[in-house]
């Protein structure tokens, strides 16, 4: 499973980005599907997440509740991450990533390589 991040930028604060992810390789209806950024000198962490096509319920960290939103298109086999009012501290790489825990040969987690986004106050 290939995963392929872009949509990164430079954007000053209070602007608006959206983060594609496209999958290839695997059967992306039944991945959880998630993204996660990590700042310079800090940990990785988990921004917001969507379940498979079949359930779609979504998780997002406390900091950008109410202004980021992950959605999943099953047929372009790609996640999207909207970002708004994007604050200087939502600068980080984010990543994506898939999830499949079920049977088969693509079992495991996988991760895209990362897009820069920078915020500027």
């Known amino acids: 499973v290939q995963l392929q991040a872009s949509g990164g930028g430079l954007v000053q604060a209070g602007g608006s980005l959206r983060l594609s992810c496209a999958a290839s390789g695997g059967t992306f209806s039944r991945y959880s599907m998630g993204w996660f950024r990590q700042a310079p000198g800090k940990e990785r962490e988990r921004v917001a997440a969507i379940s498979w096509s079949g359930d779609g319920s979504t998780y997002y960290a406390d900091s950008v509740k109410g202004r980021f939103t992950i959605s999943r298109d099953d047929a372009k086999e790609t996640v999207y991450l909207q970002m708004n009012s994007l604050k200087p501290e939502d600068t980080a790489v984010y990543y994506c990533?898939?999830?499949?825990?079920?049977?088969?040969?693509?079992?495991?987690?996988?991760w895209g390589q990362g897009t820069q986004v920078t915020v500027s106050s």
């Open positions: 990533n898939a999830e499949w825990t079920g049977k088969g040969w693509d079992r495991g987690v996988y």
